[in-house]
């Protein structure tokens, strides 16, 4: 696959990762409350952390299938990380006086379940290419 395909491929991948994060901070609020799910005692269903826990990763094993710097395989976790934080930043507007983001533990565990397997897969990626590459990355202090 040429160079141009690539880039293009990386940036797909970088698309997916900010229209994921988007949709996970949306979703993050659903509930068992009668309007979507059926009514439960309006219980919290935050099934967004479980996508988020496994697509980072998978996103980042994409990116790092595509090159072997590590700067692309980080790519998609970056731009999730940032897409979640400038939404919360900006926060685009309150939905019947709820916020998007709240602080409670479902943002912190949406925060963790996308960023720390991500950060893992990432890891993974700089360790096969240390092991693929062994002459460049000798460790120190062994002659």
Known sequence: ???S???????LVCAEAAVLAVLEVFFLLVRFDGSLLPDWGAWPFPVMIAVAV???PVLVMWA???????????APLLVWFFTIFGIAYFEPGSVNGVSFLLGDWRTLLLIAGGALPGAVAVSAAMARNAANRP???DTAGTQ
């Open 1 to 3: 696959m040429s160079a």
């Open 135 to 137: 002459g460049l990355y």
């Open 64 to 74: 790092a299938a595509l090159s072997d710097r590590v700067s692309a395989a980080a």
């Open 5 to 11: 395909w690539r880039v293009v491929l990386l940036l």
């Open 54 to 56: 496994v697509s980072t």
